[in-house]
């Protein structure tokens, strides 16, 4: 099987879901997978796939208005919160971003989560 296969495969099970979102997937699953004649697309792994994208892109979007928020403060020391906002900001963007460019590594690494100490 070809990867463009593949991503025929996830079309037919995704067909709703935009051609990006869909290469996502196909990425996720092709990953770690040195031999793509080797995959098989079921609709568990390809749900799985997906339920992994959605819930970055859903931490992203979290990230981004607690950035958004942060910045509209003016403090004059930083507090332990402000802090922890930016270490989940930046573990979320380095997760989608292995997603998209490192597929392969492993983004549970680190107990998968940051949450702030309160």
């Known amino acids: ?3 463009a296969n593949v991503v025929l495969q996830i079309e037919k099970l995704l067909a709703d879901e935009p051609a990006d979102r869909i290469l996502l997937v196909a990425k996720v699953l092709c990953s770690g997978n040195a031999d793509v004649a080797a995959i098989s697309v079921s609709h568990q792994q390809v749900r799985n796939a997906l339920s ?3 819930s970055l892109d859903e931490q992203l979007v ?3 208005r607690d ?3 942060l910045a509209c403060e003016t ?3 930083f507090e ?3 802090v922890w906002t930016l270490i989940r900001t930046i573990k979320v963007q380095s997760q989608m971003l292995g997603l998209v460019y490192y597929p ?3 983004q549970t690494s ?3 989560s940051v949450a702030s100490p309160n």
């Open 52 to 54: 992994r994208i959605q």
């Open 67 to 69: 950035l958004d928020n």
């Open 62 to 64: 979290a990230a981004a």
């Open 80 to 82: 332990p919160a402000q």
């Open 104 to 106: 392969t590594t492993d």
């Open 75 to 77: 403090p004059l020391e």
């Open 110 to 112: 680190c107990s998968g």
């Open 1 to 3: 099987m070809s990867i």
